[in-house]
């Protein structure tokens, strides 16, 4: 998938001594896949948790029932609160969460390659990002592993710095 990407992440959790997280949707547990792909991973990867199903988003991740009903599964207060809640769930430094539609067709509305990641870091706070990805389901989420795994890791660089007293 993207070993460079999840060796680049790994490398900067160990430099720090901190662990991550996932909370997965579309991506159905392949970012965390990719993580513990790399040799070494034990050392920072706490576990993931697929929350396909809505439900599952709300009573294991801890996603709000006001989230879910207003905006939705797909959107940025849910991936956020997906991130949080594996983070406290899993007892990880940082989580990164998938939330979105693969297709091939839209579901509630959004058009397939419609995707929200987030990032929650601590004291770090949390970073979202939406993206409008094309081609097939298979494509869409390949994509989006290696969109959350870029998210992560320039969120770790930018505490890393930040935390040397460098930007």
Do not use: F, N
């Amino acid at each position: 998938m993207s070993d460079d990407a999840a060796g680049a992440v790994l490398a900067l959790l160990l430099e720090r001594g901190q662990s991550v997280a996932t909370a997965e949707s579309l991506t159905g547990g392949w970012v965390c896949a990719a993580l513990t792909a790399v040799p070494g991973a034990s050392a920072a990867v706490r576990g993931g948790v697929t929350a396909y199903a809505v439900a599952v988003k709300h009573t294991v991740l801890g996603v709000p029932a006001e989230v879910l009903d207003g905006v939705g599964a797909v959107s940025p207060a849910c991936a956020v609160a997906m991130a949080r809640g594996g983070a406290r769930l899993l007892g990880a430094d940082w989580c990164v969460a998938t939330t979105g539609v693969a297709g091939p067709g839209p579901s509630d509305g959004h058009p397939a390659g419609t995707v929200h990641l987030a990032v929650a870091g601590g004291e770090h706070g949390v970073a979202h990002r939406a993206l409008h990805l094309h081609g097939s389901r298979e494509q869409i989420r390949r994509q989006t592993v290696t969109a959350a795994l870029d998210l992560l890791e320039e969120r770790l660089d930018t505490c890393l710095s930040q935390s040397r007293g460098t930007v």
